[in-house]
């Protein structure tokens, strides 16, 4: 009682305060007694009254073990690559981008979304899974839902899991662009994670302990490594490399993770990357904590009206889209009926994991948004506001972002550049830039100053693709998964997981479908984040929509209707804000809004001839990637409309007592695994 009242009183305090700072410390001390109260009364409540978890019954890792996907996982270890896979860009560039709106949608939708969505979702989908032979989202839809549904939430997540994974990737490329000491870092924990996975596979089985020791100071010799790297003019063009390059190279590394082993790259690397990721976000709230700065951001600003300078739209939906993940995230359904209930040792273990790495991730959401609304406001719309919006000279983007009543100077922002060690950073779209920047201030007002700068913003940038990166090669195993699921109809062998021929052929499938896209990004002239990032926010609620709908139907099965409420209240939410945002997306008469009025825009332009010679390639580009945004967006609505006209026609036939409630789980099989061995 003593921790929900002072978690009302901070939201109270939040929503109320008007024309005066309010400082951060009410954020942090809200998002942490909410959720706590909601893992010690909310996610148990669904553990043991509504689920039924069992630790007597043996999970597909122990009845399925093959040694190579189905492997019983130590407790923690799983739980630091399950929080690694799904911490991907969402809760660090989404809340940064929402900022725009100003702190307080974000921070709200962050605190109370992740209770009562998120952790909702990914606590029920991995419990599915795990009752299920650790089978895909997709399946397990045609199976409870119908085949109509099913045949759609297979096609659907498929094709919404290229554009996320595509996405990831875009973010990766973006931040390790010519940034030696962060591409020598993460290529450093990839040999790292390797040894530990053969540690404790043959060399020291059982010694977690031990292994993590070594392993973190391992990762912790790269990190500084990595700084050398930078500053020695023989060694930092070796690990200097352009887009192009970075994307060829995360396609090879999504197929590498994809093909081999679980606990050889995939297990032990998502474990190390957890110690930087959570060792930097304790870092950021302890600093947020001993500095207690005052966000500069105001709590709405004038761009809820949908003008706003970094993405257009107004506040609803497109704040609930932009923030994909922190709140609920539709990717980490994937992961939950992915790799996850594949390594699963018990049952008990999914409330931690499940429900717990969500509610954590929205701590890494709060972060970000109180990161990037410490800045001064002016400084961060120069950083965030694409120069096609500001101005392509300094003078000018100053300018034009003192006029929206946020003063900046040209001065400002070099001075600003040459303490963080980069030539300028305006236009540096992307939400990634910005947060860094402000994880750099508030670290170094705790410790070195201005001096030490530069040092924290780069170590910032290293951490963000650290952070986005492990999310790559957990999404492309699931979507291998997904393709030898598929696949398996047509030719029994790719049904089994563990047939090579099978996962080389799925691997490699599934990485050029996202690199395909990945590509186009890279090409793309306005840098591919601004026009994929709302297409990757709107599929990934669409997915959760999906997702939300399995977990509706399986707890109608169990229990009728007096447990519907628990995935029915955050689905309701998705679908009104979701399938908005696709129809304005697609057909607003507003340019920035809507992409085929953007495109008609451009295509009248180049009809006119008001096109210069040398920006008519540009402009196709453009044109093109707005048709097929336009029509990839309208596919993904009427597949998950799909999926859910099916799902009510299912459940209203349930409780009518047309149809009988069957489940298909599998059946009760005692445990005889001892956790001392893993």
């Known amino acids: 009682m003593a921790v929900a009242c002072v978690g009302a009183a901070c939201l109270g305090g939040i929503a109320i305060h008007r024309g005066e700072p309010v400082n951060s410390l009410w954020l942090v001390v809200a998002a942490i007694c909410v959720f706590l109260a909601g893992y010690r009364l909310y996610g148990k409540f669904i553990a043991a009254k509504v689920l039924y978890l069992d630790d007597r ?73 795990l009752r299920r032979d650790g089978r895909s989202l997709g399946e397990m839809a045609r199976d409870e839902i119908g085949r109509l549904g099913g045949a759609a939430a297979i096609a659907a997540v498929m094709m919404i899991m290229v554009i996320m994974l595509a996405v990831m990737a875009l973010v990766v490329v973006n931040a390790l662009k010519a940034s030696p000491w962060s591409t020598f870092t993460i290529a450093a924990t990839m040999p790292i994670a390797v040894l530990m996975g053969l540690a404790l596979r043959y060399w020291r089985p059982g010694k977690v302990l031990e292994a993590s020791v070594w392993g973190f100071l391992l990762v912790l010799a790269a990190i500084f490594g990595g700084q050398w790297v930078s500053h020695s003019s023989s060694v930092a063009p070796w690990f200097t490399w352009g887009a192009m390059t970075l994307a060829v190279a995360s396609v090879i590394y999504g197929f590498l993770a994809s093909a081999l082993p679980v606990w050889l790259l995939l297990a032990p690397r998502g474990y190390l990357s957890t110690f930087v990721k959570l060792g930097v976000v304790m870092m950021l709230a302890l600093g947020i904590l001993a500095v207690r700065p005052q966000l500069q951001m105001q709590p709405l600003t004038r761009f809820i009206d949908g003008t706003g300078p970094i993405f257009a739209g107004r506040i609803f939906p497109f704040c609930f889209i932009t923030i994909a993940c922190g709140a609920i995230s539709g990717f980490h359904s994937l992961i939950s009926s992915g790799t996850t209930p594949k390594l699963i040792a018990r049952e008990g273990h999914a409330l931690p994991i499940g429900y717990g790495s969500m509610l954590l991730e929205g701590f890494v959401a709060l972060m970000a948004i109180i990161a990037a609304c410490v800045l001064d406001p002016g400084v961060y719309f120069a950083v965030n506001a694409p120069a096609g919006i500001t101005g392509t000279t300094p003078v000018a983007a100053a300018a034009t972002i003192s006029s929206w ?58 951490f963000e693709a650290l952070f986005i990166l492990t999310i790559l090669d957990a999404g492309t195993r699931v979507g291998r998964f997904m393709i030898q699921d598929l696949l398996g109809h047509v030719y029994k062998p790719f049904a089994r997981m563990g047939w090579m021929p099978g996962v080389i052929v799925s691997s490699a499938l599934i990485v050029l479908a996202w690199g395909y896209f990945l590509y186009q990004g890279v090409r793309d002239p306005l840098g591919g984040i601004n026009s994929l990032w709302p297409l990757f926010g709107i599929a990934n609620q669409l ?59 451009l295509q009248s332009s180049l009809d006119a001839g008001r096109i210069a010679a040398s920006q008519v390639a540009t402009t196709r580009e453009l044109i093109f990637n707005a048709r097929l945004d336009a029509a990839v967006c309208g596919l993904f609505l009427i597949m998950v409309s799909l999926v859910l006209a099916d ?30 061995q893993i």
């Open 57 to 129: 019954r043996a999970t597909p890792a122990e009845r399925l073990r093959d040694g190579h996907d189905f492997e019983p996982t130590n407790k923690w270890i799983l739980f630091g690559m399950h929080f690694a896979a799904i911490a991907g860009p969402g809760p660090l560039v989404g809340p940064t981008l929402a900022a725009q709106f100003g702190y307080l949608p974000g921070t709200l939708w962050i605190i109370l979304g992740a209770v009562l969505g998120g952790a909702v979702q990914d606590f029920i989908v991995l419990f599915c899974s």
């Open 405 to 462: 009543g946020f003063p900046v100077t040209a001065a400002q922002m070099a001075q600003l550049a040459s303490h963080v060690g980069e030539q300028t950073l305006l236009a540096r779209t992307g939400g990634a830039p910005s947060l860094a920047l402000g994880m750099a201030h508030i670290f170094a007002r705790g410790l070195g100053g201005d001096w030490f700068l530069g040092f924290w913003y780069h170590f910032a940038i290293m």
């Open 543 to 601: 997915l959760a929509t999906i997702a939300l709908c399995l977990c509706t139907t399986v707890l109608l099965k169990m229990h009728g209707a007096k447990s519907m409420w628990i995935p029915c209240a955050p689905l309701a939410w998705l679908v009104s804000a979701t399938f908005t945002a696709c129809w304005q997306k697609i057909f607003s008469d507003l340019p920035r809004v809507g992409f085929l009025a953007q495109a008609h825009v």
């Open 647 to 676: 799902s009510l026609r299912l459940w209203i036939a349930i409780l009518n007592g047309r149809r009988p409630a069957t489940l298909h789980e599998t059946p009760f099989v005692a445990t005889s695994l001892n956790l001392e």
